[in-house]
């Protein structure tokens, strides 16, 4: 069966640093999101993305970050300037539609 | 503003007993309501939701929209039902985020 796949599993950067955090949604998948859990907190919505463009963001999603589907599979979140607080689980999810989004395994980022 | 409400943040039943993890939504249209679960060391996964009326894993939810609730039941608890519950909603239409609860860890014991 076809999974969501996200890289790196961890990530630990320094403050100030930019990271790039990658999925490769199902193929045929046509809407593509990023969410975040704080440690302790619930699952939050960052970002939707359907025909190459921003379908919707939430005020978590500042200048700060950005998304982008470089090529037919990837999925990238990049965080420019990481701060204490981005420290997460960040997870990304694709649909086909509005019905079942279906969940990467997560990559959990540390910022020192 | 859409709000989904676990009141729950643990429930820990013995094997056999039956379990009913509780959720309220606060949101003023018609929203499409669903339970993920996430078993230890393992991905979020859909477990079910309204619009499907189906019975997964002998779970079942019923929307209540006068109560605003949408409460995951099962009659039996097994042990491999230990996981972590997340109730979660969106406002339908073209929107599709998920607005999710805080979750419900659920320990089910021998």
């Known amino acids: 069966e076809p999974e969501v796949t996200q890289t790196p599993s961890h990530q630990v950067t320094q403050m100030g640093q930019e990271v790039i955090l990658r999925c490769v949604p199902i193929?045929?998948?046509?809407?593509f999101y990023w969410y975040r859990q704080i440690l302790g907190q619930k699952v939050e919505f960052l970002v939707s993305?359907?025909?190459?463009?921003?379908?919707?963001k939430s005020e978590i999603f500042d200048d700060q970050f950005s998304v982008e589907r470089p090529d037919g599979s990837n999925f990238t979140l990049k965080i420019r300037s990481t701060k204490l607080e981005d420290s997460a689980m960040y997870f990304c999810?694709?649909?086909?539609?509005?019905?079942?989004?279906?969940f990467g395994p997560g990559t959990r980022l540390l910022v020192l | 503003a859409q709000r989904v409400t676990q009141p729950e943040k643990l429930l820990s039943v013995f094997k056999g007993a039956p379990v009913e993890l509780k959720c309220n939504y606060s949101?003023?249209?018609?929203?499409?309501l669903f339970w993920y679960v996430q078993y230890s060391r393992q991905r979020l996964q859909l477990l079910l939701r309204?619009?499907s009326r189906e019975s997964i894993k002998g779970f079942t939810a019923d929307l209540n929209k006068g109560e605003t609730s949408f409460h995951l039941k099962k009659p039996f608890a097994q042990e491999e039902d230990s996981a972590m519950y997340y109730c979660?909603?969106?406002?339908?239409?073209?929107?599709?985020?998920?607005?999710f609860g805080k979750g419900t860890l659920l320990t089910v014991n021998p």
């Open positions: 193929s045929n998948h046509l809407y």
């Open positions: 979660a909603l969106t406002s339908g239409g073209s929107n599709y985020k998920l607005t």
């Open positions: 949101y003023s249209g018609s929203p499409e």
């Open positions: 309204h619009i």
């Open positions: 993305f359907y025909n190459n463009e921003i379908s919707e």
């Open positions: 999810a694709s649909s086909v539609g509005g019905e079942t989004q279906y």
